[in-house]
Structure formats: C-alpha cells, structure tokens
C-alpha cells in the first residue's frame, strides 16, 4: 500500500459515476508504473461517486463541471482537512473540446509532483537576473496531442526531473515520459519570477493568500522591499 491514498471523487454533473470509475485503472497504471519511478511518488486511488465520502486522511482528486477560475482547467486547492486537493472541470474541457481524461491526469499527476503547489526550480540567466519555474510537471507538455493512451483512456504526458535542470543539454537526458532525448528541451513552464530588475510575478494555480505567501519568500530570500 502507498503513504499517499487518494480519492478520486465524481462532483459533475456532465459524467455519470460509470464514466468517472472508468477511468481510475488507467491513473492508476500511470501512477504506479510511469509516474512513480520517475519522481518516487506513489499513490492508491480509490473511486468515491455521488452521495459517499471519501476516506478521512485522503488527498481529493475532484471532478467537477465548470471552472470556478477564469482560464482554468484545473488547479489545486486543499480539502476541509487540510490536505492536498486537485480539481478537474470536466464541463469546462468538453465544452473547450479538450479531453476530460487527461485534464483529470494533469491534476492528479501535478498535486503527487507539488502537494502543498511550494516548489520551484531556479535558473541563472546569462545576461544577469533570474528565473523561477513552477514546478508543474504536465504544463509543458499538456496538449491532448502530447499525451499517451492506457487501456483506451488518454493521460497526459509528463516532464521528468531533467527538465527542470538549466546545465542539461539537447539529447542528454530523457525529459518528458512519451519524447525520446532530445525532444522538449524548450521551458514553456508558467515562470513565478523572472528578472531581478523587472520583478514580474506570475499568479498560476495558487489561490489568492497562498499566492501572497509564496511571492513575500521570494521577495525576502532576494532582499525585495
């Protein structure tokens, strides 16, 4: 049994409890044979649909209608026992014409890489300054063409631990799950803080005061008034 138990919970109107269980094999393939001897983060799924209660002391994958965050898909958030929480707007993907399954994998995939959304990676730029990525593992590569199928359910693809490392060059490690080396080797992560100069922050995936917290480290780990 893994540390990390997770609840994948049905809250949408727009699948049926069959369709969202059906999926649950295939996260679970992916969780325990892709994603977790890449990143040595591992999880138990287990499917709660409408009217039951997930287990206390699980993290929280919810599927949901409508976005309640402009432009969003998806994000994290924490349940009512304070622990992680990854939300997927199914309603939002189909009427996008975006594919539910691997917005559902995104999330799951992105709250196992950075539960409490507090990781970042930090670059060195050449002409001075710095920028911060977002440890988000499936934003680079989060187009439904870029995902892979498991038992006829697409998931999404994801970056693996090279990816975030400035000193890797093209073709010297693997840095996503579906490309062989030397693909995706360009950052299209969200970027949290970029230049020392211009002092540009980018809100993505955090809510307002967690948002707030994390620039107020940053700012005080680089001396910013």
């Keep these: 049994m893994a540390d990390i138990q997770v609840a994948m919970i049905n809250a949408s109107t727009v699948l049926q409890d069959s369709q969202v269980q059906a999926i649950v094999p295939a996260l679970q393939t992916q969780v325990h044979r892709d994603f977790a001897p890449v990143w040595g983060v591992d999880a138990d799924l287990t499917f709660v649909g409408h ?70 990676a930090y670059t060195q730029k050449d002409g001075g300054g710095m920028v911060l990525y977002a440890y988000e593992v499936c934003d680079a590569c989060e187009a439904d063409s870029a995902g892979y199928n498991i038992d006829g359910s697409l998931v999404s693809d994801f970056v693996y631990p090279a990816w975030f490392e400035s000193f890797r060059k093209p073709g010297s490690a693997q840095f996503d799950y579906r490309s062989p080396p030397p693909q995706l080797r360009q950052r299209h992560a969200p970027v949290l803080f970029h230049g020392v100069h211009h002092h540009r922050f980018l809100l993505h995936e955090l809510q307002p005061g967690r948002a707030l917290v994390l620039f107020a480290l940053v700012a005080g780990f680089l001396g910013i008034q």
């Design 51 to 120: 009217g039951a209660t997930a287990p206390s002391g699980s993290w929280w994958l919810t599927v949901l209608d409508n976005s309640d965050q402009a432009g969003a898909l998806g994000y994290h958030d924490l349940t009512d026992e304070g622990l992680p929480m990854g939300k997927s707007f199914a309603g939002t993907d189909i009427q996008a014409g975006n594919s539910w399954t691997a917005a559902v994998s995104h999330e799951l995939l992105e709250m196992l890489g950075d539960p409490d959304v507090n990781l970042c």
